[in-house]
């Protein structure tokens, strides 16, 4: 009900902090992105980009197929390979990617247990905490956006990213204020990876999975206001 009555925003560039749910969906399509079969088929905008930095120092996430009674965990992809717990990316570096017999074998490496069905995909994520608590990264904010939940996920191809914010909320001197509606933020996945400036100490915790809050420090806001 907190997010009723919501009125939109003036348009231009302000700090966006995203809560576990709209962070963990960025990442998860970040990741999943870094499939071995879409960058060789060459329909992924991480395209050349292993081992090269695509986001802010940051950002470390860790692939983890074997945590105890997390979701994605099991003892072996869908190939029979065992899972590994991978860092996918590591202070903004693009590490590894995620592979399954066919792509390893194209690459001359070998698989690291992510084969899902046809494909490669991730499995539980954690993303390396912080050393701020949520509320201190919203109370160092003048003026923002706070999105709870929003599908900021890019294209997969191009990285571009266009999306409404559904559930969001104006921050003002450092606290969470009025409801908004008809925002959208857009931009480049890079551009928005690269502006990452505080992950949270505190998170949500879903089987296997953390969902910390994620700080962009500036992002391109739509507004009508």
């Known amino acids: 009900m907190r997010y009723l009555g919501g009125k939109s925003l003036p348009s231009g560039e302000m700090p966006v902090v995203l809560g576990p749910l709209a962070a963990a969906a960025l990442i998860e399509a970040v990741v999943a992105s870094a499939s071995a079969e879409n960058i060789q088929r060459r329909r992924s905008f991480l395209v050349g980009k ?42 903004g570096v693009l590490r590894c990617l995620l592979h399954n017999t066919y ?3 194209k690459a001359r490496t070998r698989s690291n247990g ?21 509320e201190e990264i919203v109370a160092d904010v003048k003026r923002g956006l706070f999105i709870n939940s929003a599908s900021i996920a890019p294209n997969a191809s191009s ?34 990876l690269a502006a990452v400036d505080a992950v949270s100490s505190d998170c949500r915790e879903e089987p296997g999975c953390l969902l910390p809050t994620v700080r962009i420090a500036k992002a391109h806001v739509s507004g009508s206001g």
Do not use: Q, W
């Open 114 to 134: 992510h084969c899902a069905g046809a494909g490669c995909a991730p499995t539980n994520l954690r993303p390396v905490l912080g050393d701020a608590t949520a």
């Open 50 to 91: 292993l081992g090269k930095r695509i986001a802010s120092k940051h950002l470390t996430v860790v692939d983890d197929g074997l945590v105890p009674a997390g979701i994605y965990s099991s003892p072996t992809d869908s190939e029979g390979v065992p899972r590994e717990r991978l860092t996918v990316i590591e202070r």
């Open 159 to 192: 990285g571009d990213v266009s999306a409404m914010v559904d559930f969001g909320l104006a921050i003002e001197n450092g606290r969470l204020g009025a409801p908004v509606a008809n925002v959208n933020i857009g931009g480049h996945v890079f551009d928005l």
């Open 103 to 105: 792509t390893a074998g």
